[in-house]
């Protein structure tokens, strides 16, 4: 019923590549027959729609349980490693009542948790048998968010055929970005690349040896890659496409990256746990101007930040207030530019420093820091100060060798000219590890 347009699609091109997993190529047909064992599965041990998390990465059985479960119209909570410290608090949250965990070899296991779920939005969905979808923020500015959606208008966009690509999952199993993905290349009989690694190495390989067209990605992963220079050991002339978003993409980063691979087009993304993922064009590759919304998102500018208002945003979230305004619109946090119909994303206003009255955004910092020769890695943020009321603060990561004294004199001649003095940082810290999350995000907070 409500994955009809998928199996279809799954029958009429049987033959295709679906997806790559541990080095072995799946057809739609074994997909299909995937889906149809999994759902028969589902069907002995589930009695009705319940709150099920999927413990996964992307896997032939882990895309079929997914839409197996939504046909039942269950509630699905992806979870993967990198919440592994958080798994029980996570279940906890979401009011869990089954838990299925993938194996290494695909093969899974249910366990029944002792609980029932009974939150209203939990409670509604069960009631009209619609499918839901519990989803985690990646708590970079804070506590996670468990951000429930319908998944049934999640699903609409997939409905409209579009162009069928060989996609690499870069983007987790349980981040709205990863979901997106998996619909999107399944909903167009695509090829799904998986990943045994998200390092920049592996990342290439996969590009070389599957003949990847998107790169679906992070700005903080594209800095990485950079860093390492891996990309000069394989050959990527199959990549067509890198979509970035999930944080500020820094200029340098991006003049760098295009600088490096002018034919492949780079496409800013926009998307939220709480609103699912917009269309969105760039103004050009090298540009972080752009446009985004669809005939299902509406957006507007107030007091310099963007909302938005969605058919796909999410009910409400299960563990904190709601943050929707009385007529519907979704208060992103994210300040922005306007120039006609693009914006340029500054970065959230939570993590906006103020100077003495100037704003400073951490991710303009980065950029001009990350330029600098030996800067590996760099993260900017506010100290509360008694004279300015905030001064800026970098962490930087060296291959150098430099002391802090040193570097500090060095930044500080590397700036004039290139940041108003209010934004050079007065405190510098050297730190020795990358300061990157489990999802490839900068993560600012120490």
Aim: glycine fraction near 6%.
């Amino acid at each position: 019923m409500y994955i009809d347009f998928f199996l279809e699609r799954f029958r009429k091109n049987a033959q295709n590549e679906a997806m790559v997993w541990n080095n072995k190529i799946y057809t739609y047909q074994e997909l299909l027959e995937c889906v149809e064992n999994d759902l028969k599965k589902l069907r002995e041990q589930i009695s009705g729609p319940l709150v099920v998390s999927v413990e996964a990465d992307f896997s032939p059985h882990a895309a079929a349980l997914l839409l197996a479960l939504v046909e039942l119209g269950c509630v699905v909570v992806p979870l993967t490693e990198s919440v592994a410290h958080k798994k029980d608090e996570f279940k906890e949250i979401a009011e869990v009542e089954t838990s299925i965990v993938l194996n290494r070899d695909d093969s899974f296991i249910f366990h029944k948790e002792d609980r029932t779920a009974s939150h209203d939005i939990l409670a509604k969905l069960k009631q009209e048998q619609h499918p839901g979808l519990v989803l985690f923020s990646s708590g970079s500015t804070g506590k996670s968010k468990a951000a429930v959606h319908d998944f049934l208008p999640l699903l609409e966009k997939f409905k409209v055929e579009r162009k069928c690509m060989r996609m690499l999952t870069f983007l987790l199993f349980d981040h709205i970005g990863g979901v997106n993905t998996l619909l999107y290349v399944l909903s167009n009989t695509g090829c799904i690349i998986t990943l045994d690694s998200r390092q920049p190495e592996a990342v290439c390989r996969s590009i070389e040896k599957y003949k990847a067209e998107v790169l679906p990605t992070s700005p903080t992963f594209i800095n990485l890659l950079l860093l390492s220079e891996a990309y000069k050991k394989y050959d990527l002339s199959s990549l067509k496409m890198v979509t970035y978003g999930t944080e500020a993409m820094p200029e340098s980063t991006l003049e760098r990256f295009h600088a490096l691979f002018p034919n492949v087009k780079m496409l800013q993304t926009y998307g939220l746990s709480e609103i699912g993922i917009m269309r969105s064009k760039s103004k050009a590759s090298d540009s972080l101007w752009v446009k985004i919304g669809g005939e299902d998102f509406q957006t507007r500018v107030v007091d310099g930040l963007l909302e938005i208002k969605a058919k796909s945003a999410m009910l409400g979230y299960l563990n904190a207030p709601s943050p929707f305004t009385e007529d519907g619109w979704f208060k992103t946090g994210d300040e922005v530019l306007v120039d006609g119909e693009y914006f340029r994303i500054l970065g959230r206003r939570s993590e906006m420093i103020n100077v003495g009255g100037q704003k400073v955004f951490p991710a303009e910092v980065e950029s001009v820091l990350q330029e600098m020769e030996g800067v590996e890695d760099v993260a900017v943020s506010g100290e509360a100060n008694p004279m300015l009321g905030n001064i800026v603060k970098a962490r930087v990561k060296l291959s150098t060798g430099e002391d802090a004294a040193a570097f500090k004199k060095r930044l500080r001649s590397f700036c004039k000219g290139r940041l108003e003095s209010f934004k050079v940082p007065q405190k510098v810290i050297l730190v020795d590890h990358m300061m990157t999350g489990e999802r490839f995000k900068k993560m600012r907070r120490e």
